[in-house]
């Protein structure tokens, strides 16, 4: 029937603790388990997992674990079973002193998501003590005239069991002049009293000893002695009396030891000996008498030993005031220990997480309790961190807090935190505690790589050598380990006729550039290309830079004579008249140059002439002119050697020579009609005659050249002139004859146009207005006035 009821009873509890995890997550209530104290380590108290609804695989997938309220491993839970355990022998009365009922509240805590479930641990009372008294031997001064009937105060005996274990009864040895009375203290303690029912004679018996047993209601029943000796006195017909019954002092639990607490003083009317008052501790505890000491004679009260407020609030002492004639009185002091603020917060980790991710929000750090074991203001507490932290406190349940972050965590920001949680309580002066926890942000690549420039722009000389370092690109990831690892590579060029491979790579670990090929200025002066750079991250991220490389001229081509050419079956000869006036422009010599800028630069020079200081070379455009008249003695013939050279470096150059015809009679607007040559019809001079004839067949060369190239013109032009005049050229000359540069080709200022005009008289050969000028207003002036000059002074007339 007992085992039936204890199931049934059992059978309630699980419902009740069903019931009561039902509304858990509404208001946490507690779960009730009981259990003997001295169980042995390793007994089972209850299966959590089932009375909690829980799943054992639950329990280690959520970290289940089991915290005490004083933060002490008293219980033990198994994962694998479910089973709370005894961790250690509880010892009930070490753990709640003469408290009853003597409960251990515990909470369980499961993470992911955080719950808690409140429970408590009540420890039965076993009879394992026996009741003892503090003095082996307990002295009674009786005055033989003491009334039958009169009782006397004896000192209990101390039993820590509680209950029916605890102290239940006393009895005496067997006697003829005393029995025991029990007498119930409001604190419901029984204290025994020794009553007189037999006269006594201090002549017949001095002395009497007598044994107090006490006995507790354990089964069985433990028991404890004491020597009861009295003392049969004279008569003393006073007692001693204190001015009141209850007194009562206050002392601050820091209070020094040794410290002064209060002087109880009593009155005896009897002289003598009988008048003389030992003062002592009536009833008084261990404890008490560990912390406190009177004076016999003057019945000061010191402190022995430190108070603590949070071990014991108030302490009830009795005083006993005995006069010589072995009558006593007894008053109460009621010492109330004040509160100081002396213990400072405590702060107790139950988890913490020291990596998160970065890109996690809302991340569990720490699981954590405070506590302080002061009271009242002084045990109030406030719970803080640092305000400049992506973290915040969150109050969970009771004294529990959890720290989270608020956001997700940037590491290329801050890749460690520091928080301080800082606890602090209300008293005077404030106690303050700090925890340091150490949080380290782990990496996510959530950053691509970065070029230090948007674009680069590197300068190559040509005629370069293979493999030639001509630069690098340099990327940067903000990311740590692999996802900052970068990988550099060439992407393919929007060009699909730029053979980018062939012309450069590029190291994929620095981003060092190479010329694999040696370039040419001329066929390539610039391309471009973009480089990629990739992290080594999951997934991996990447950017890019625009690379345009720039061929840097060398000066590898020397000057190329354009004008006049070189290669011709016959020199070209230039004619000058006599009568030219300085100055007068012979011919322009027009050379280009392959290279650029400075390299193409052209200047001209005359190395070598017939007559030196006769003509001059410009330095700037090659114009050949005259620098001086001409006479008589300067040879016909002329040979001059122009050279033009670049400005590279170191410079190239080229010559070209020119053959120079000085004629008489060239400048004269008409020839002489074919009366006056009748009239001059008189024997010349042999001399005379080869001049004349060389000139007539010098003028009949270029006159026929002339229309020659006039002639191919016309027939390439496809149109025919209006009646009486020529053909005029339209357009602009061949495209490799114009230097859009101006920088050593034929301007298209010194195009020309030419034609015959037939009259009734004579043919002449002009040089008219340019096509189209395009040079300055004042340059084109001077050129057209020169060439006015040169068609007014190199006319020809024909019969």
């Not at 004619?575 to 010599?589: H, I, N």
């Not at 020119?658 to 006056?676: I, N, T």
Request: hydrophobic share 40%; proline share 7%; charged share 20%.
């Amino acid at each position: 029937m007992e085992i039936r009821g204890a199931l049934v009873l059992r059978k309630r509890q699980v419902l009740i603790l069903f019931v009561l995890l039902g509304l858990s997550q509404a208001r946490p209530e507690s779960v009730p388990y009981s259990v003997a104290e001295e169980t042995e380590i390793g007994s089972l108290v209850a299966n959590l997992a089932r009375d909690l609804g829980l799943g054992v695989e639950e329990l280690s997938s959520r970290e289940a674990r089991v915290v005490c309220d004083d933060n002490e491993k008293h219980l033990h839970l198994d994962l694998l079973t479910g089973d709370l355990l005894i961790n250690d022998k509880l010892d009930r009365e070490e753990m709640c002193g003469s408290t009853e009922p003597c409960v251990m509240h515990f909470q369980m805590v499961l993470e992911n998501p955080l719950q808690f479930f409140q429970a408590e641990l009540h420890i039965k009372d076993i009879n394992d003590h026996s009741p003892t008294f503090l003095d082996n031997e307990i002295v009674i001064k009786i005055s033989e005239s003491t009334a039958i009937g009169t009782t006397f105060l004896m000192e209990s005996a101390q039993d820590l069991d509680v209950g029916s274990n605890s102290l239940q009864n006393y009895t005496v040895s067997p006697n003829s002049h005393f029995y025991i009375k029990i007498q119930d203290s409001d604190n419901g303690k029984i204290y025994p009293e020794l009553v007189l029912h037999r006269a006594l004679d201090h002549e017949e018996e001095p002395e009497l000893r007598l044994t107090l047993v006490a006995l507790d209601g354990g089964n069985p029943p433990r028991s404890g002695t004491t020597l009861v000796l009295i003392k049969v006195l004279d008569i003393n017909d006073n007692a001693p009396e204190f001015p009141q019954r209850l007194y009562e002092v206050q002392v601050p639990e820091n209070a020094p030891v040794g410290s002064w607490i209060i002087t109880v003083s009593a009155k005896d009317l009897d002289a003598g000996n009988y008048g003389k008052i030992l003062y002592t501790f009536f009833h008084a505890s261990e404890d008490i008498r560990k912390t406190f000491e009177i004076n016999p004679i003057s019945a000061e009260v010191h402190l022995r030993s430190q108070l603590d407020f949070e071990v014991v609030q108030s302490y009830t002492i009795n005083i006993q005031a005995t006069d010589g004639g072995g009558l006593s009185e007894e008053c109460t002091l009621l010492v109330k220990v004040i509160d100081t603020n002396d213990n400072p917060p405590e702060v107790i980790i139950s988890s913490i997480t020291k990596i998160i991710p970065e890109n996690a929000a809302e991340t569990l750090v720490a699981l954590f309790s405070v506590r302080d074991q002061d009271s009242g203001e002084n045990g109030r507490i406030i719970c803080s961190i640092q305000e400049d932290l992506p973290f915040f406190l969150k109050p969970t349940f009771k004294n529990f807090f959890t720290l989270v972050s608020d956001k997700a965590l940037d590491r290329e920001e801050r890749a460690e935190y520091n928080i301080t949680i800082s606890v602090t309580d209300m008293g005077t002066p404030r106690l303050k505690t700090e925890h340091n926890i150490t949080v380290l942000v782990s990496d996510v690549n959530d950053n691509a790589p970065a070029f230090t420039q948007t674009s680069y722009t590197l300068w190559v000389r040509e005629n370069n050598s293979p493999a030639l370092h001509i630069g690098s690109v340099s990327a940067t990831d903000s990311d740590a380990g692999a996802n900052a690892q970068v990988t550099y590579s060439l992407l393919p060029p929007p060009d699909p006729l730029l053979p980018l491979a062939s012309l450069v790579s590029i190291n994929p670990d620095n981003g060092h550039l190479f010329a694999l090929t040696s370039l040419d200025h001329e066929a390539l002066r610039a391309f471009e290309f973009r480089v990629g750079a990739t992290d080594r991250g999951s997934p991996a991220l990447s950017s890019q830079a625009l690379v345009r490389v720039l061929v840097a001229d060398a000066n590898d081509n020397a000057p190329f004579v354009l004008y006049p050419l070189q290669n011709a079956s016959a020199p070209c000869t230039e004619l000058v008249p006599r009568a030219a006036e300085p100055g007068y422009l012979v011919t322009k010599v027009v050379a280009v140059d392959g290279d650029a800028g400075q390299n193409a630069w052209l200047s001209y020079q005359l190395l070598k002439a017939t007559e030196p200081g006769l003509f001059g070379v410009w330095a700037h455009n090659g114009e050949v002119r005259t620098a001086r008249l001409l006479s008589e003695r300067d040879a016909p013939k002329q040979r001059l050697v122009v050279l033009v050279k670049d400005n590279g470096e170191p410079p190239l150059s080229a010559s070209v020579t020119l053959h120079v015809l000085l004629v008489d009679g060239f400048s004269q607007p008409y020839l002489p009609p074919p009366e006056a040559e009748a009239a001059a019809a008189a024997p010349a001079d042999p001399l005379t005659v080869y001049l004349v004839v060389a000139l007539a067949s010098v003028s009949s060369l270029f006159l026929f050249s002339v229309l020659v190239f006039v002639a191919v013109r016309l027939c390439r032009r496809g149109g025919a002139g209006s009646a009486g005049r020529c053909p005029v050229p339209e357009g602009h000359f061949p495209g490799h004859l114009v230097d859009v540069s101006g920088t050593g080709t034929l301007s298209q200022s010194y195009q020309y146009e030419v034609c015959l005009m037939g009259g009734p008289g004579t043919n002449e050969f002009k040089f008219l207005k340019p096509i189209i000028p395009d040079l300055p207003v004042q340059d084109s002036g001077r050129h057209i006035g020169e060439n006015e000059n040169f068609r007014n002074s190199f006319g020809l007339n024909l019969q």
